[in-house]
């Protein structure tokens, strides 16, 4: 089994960390958020993965056959889904922001005012 799947996924969540981190702007830092999802991604997948595992929903495989996580590639699926979801709603809320703000910069923005 090789590491590079693992450090993928590690890298990516780094950069988008770091992204988030130093963004000023918050598109951006939506942005990054997605890169950081998609690390998760990986993991998910690479967890999963069997080598020369086939796919389980087959009837007709041996017991001693090896085949892959289906548990992981459903999570990813819902990963996916749930990782659209959450980024349609930032967005949303980074248009409204500009609308009433009238800037998108996390430095700018003031308090609440009630």
Do not use: N
């Amino acid at each position: 089994m090789t590491v590079l799947p693992y450090l993928a996924a590690g890298w990516l969540v780094l950069a988008g960390l770091h992204g988030i981190v130093t963004s000023r702007h918050a598109v951006q830092a939506v942005g990054c958020l997605t890169v950081v999802q998609s690390g998760t991604y990986v993991l998910l997948l690479a967890v999963g993965y069997r080598k020369g595992g086939t796919a389980p929903y087959f009837t007709d495989i041996p017991p001693d056959r090896v085949v892959v996580d289906p548990v992981a590639q459903a999570l990813t699926l819902t990963d996916v889904v749930v990782g659209a979801a959450v980024t349609a709603l930032l967005l949303a809320l980074v248009l409204q922001l500009a609308k009433r703000h009238g800037t998108v910069d996390p430095d700018a923005l003031t308090g609440l005012r009630g």
